[in-house]
């Protein structure tokens, strides 16, 4: 069974923002992911930008 679970590490432990219910134990696979305040939003379209009287 694969469950995923967010989370957030922080000073050499994981909080996990819900508990999973069916799961004492288990082997896991933790990923990093980049931090939000890196990861760039790029938007390729723009409200209004097809607009126009043709």
Do not use: A, C, W
């Amino acid at each position: 069974m694969l469950k995923s679970v967010e989370g957030v590490y922080k000073h050499g432990k994981i909080e996990l923002v819900e508990l999973p219910l069916d799961v004492l134990e288990s082997r896991v696979i933790v990923t990093f992911l980049e931090p939000e305040t890196t990861r760039k939003q790029t938007q390729m379209m723009q409200f209004g930008m097809f607009s126009g009287k043709n």
